[in-house]
């Protein structure tokens, strides 16, 4: 791909931050942007200044929700350099998803290789805080200005990316999650094997009361009987038996296939945990909780890296799991993938990319 770099005007450029993160308020100088039309394809790649879109109030993504998006990080390397965790496997879901939304597919390697010039014109964002990462938001949206429900001609691909710390409040420290009875995020046969905004946007009153109640995260259940365990909101879910095994729910297509679920499932059997993925009924996991079989619960994403929980509310009965503290197989993967991500550790698994600053 040849991209342009656009010059920033002096009053463009901010400086990075240094402490106090948060996640997701505060963005790197520059973005990439390039720019689809049907019989033409991409044109017009390049890395410019981080600035608004003008976009017609008919612009086709406003109004059917056509969109997809992603979410990497890149982690500060202890010698000043500066690894991504699997990009590829983000470059490929992205692709994925893009098709079920009826949209053009990228280049994968032009994809990361744009996020790649991305992070190093931006280098000096990438936090050297332990914990802080610089997060990466590649997304696609639809742009005809036009009413009317058909896949749209034309479309933009971005990336942005600012520094971020915890993603939970409680850091790596358990969170109460709510188990939705009532309500449903995604059925079989829909898109919630995609990432697109739509599953998160079916997904926000469910999460507002619960977090009026206290509570960090969804868990959902599956649209058909409501009796088995899907993913949370923002993470994949990892049940622990006995300490020894680790059970999470199959892939679906109403479920989003994690890159961090899959390097637990990749990792723990080397950790000595057997892995399974199986179905698990939600009464079955809260009594298997209650009788001490369940001895941990997790989540995994990109974002959290890995979440214990430590509370379930279900039909308004209260489970509290592992006396609410953090378990030993969920605190023993979060070390062993962050030291890879940070590259503290080695990395066996050829699972990082790393970009030389220094």
């Known amino acids: 791909m040849d991209i342009k770099i656009v010059p920033l005007d002096p009053t463009q450029v901010r400086e990075a931050p240094t402490k106090d993160f948060g996640f997701g308020h505060v963005f790197v100088n520059h973005m990439f942007t390039q720019y689809y039309d049907k019989g033409i394809g ?25 969109e997809i998006f992603e979410g990497t990080k890149a982690y500060r390397r202890a010698d000043g350099n500066i690894n991504l965790f699997r990009p590829w496997e983000n470059m490929k879901r992205f692709n994925r998803s893009a098709q079920r939304m009826a949209m053009p597919l990228v280049d994968e390697e032009e994809h990361l290789a744009a996020i790649v010039k991305l992070v190093e014109m931006e280098h000096e964002w990438v936090p050297s805080v332990p914990g802080a990462t610089l997060y990466i938001r590649p997304a696609m949206i639809a742009t005809e200005p036009y009413i009317g429900v058909h896949a749209s001609p034309s479309y933009i691909h971005f990336v942005i990316a600012g520094p971020v710390g915890a993603y939970f409040k409680e850091g790596f420290n358990p969170v109460p999650v709510y188990i939705s009875d009532k309500y449903r995020r995604a059925v079989r046969g829909g898109v919630g094997a995609a990432k697109t905004g739509g599953n998160y946007a079916a997904s926000l009153f469910v999460g507002e009361e619960a977090a009026a109640k206290g509570y960090s995260q969804v868990l959902w259940l599956d649209a058909l009987t409501g009796r088995f365990i899907e993913e949370v909101g923002a993470m994949n879910i990892c049940f622990v038996y006995e300490g020894k095994k680790i059970v999470t729910p199959p892939l679906s297509d109403s479920i989003l296939a994690g890159v961090t679920r899959d390097s637990v499932l990749k990792l723990a059997p080397d950790l000595g945990y057997e892995v399974a993925e199986e179905q698990v009924e939600v009464h079955e996991m809260l009594s298997d909780v209650r009788a001490g079989k369940i001895t941990e619960v997790f989540g995994c994403g990109t974002a959290a890296v890995i979440a214990p929980v430590g509370v379930f509310e279900y039909e308004n009965e209260i489970t509290t799991i592992n006396y609410n503290q953090s378990g030993p197989v969920a605190s023993r993967l979060f070390k062993t993938l962050t030291d890879i991500q940070y590259g503290l550790a080695e990395d066996p698994y050829g699972w990082t990319l790393q970009i030389k600053v220094n």
Do not use: E, K, R
């Not at 991409?42 to 056509?66: C, E, K, M, R």
């Open 42 to 66: 991409w044109h017009d790649a390049q890395i410019g200044p981080f600035q608004n879109f003008s976009l017609s109030p008919a612009t086709s993504v406003f109004h059917y929700a056509q």
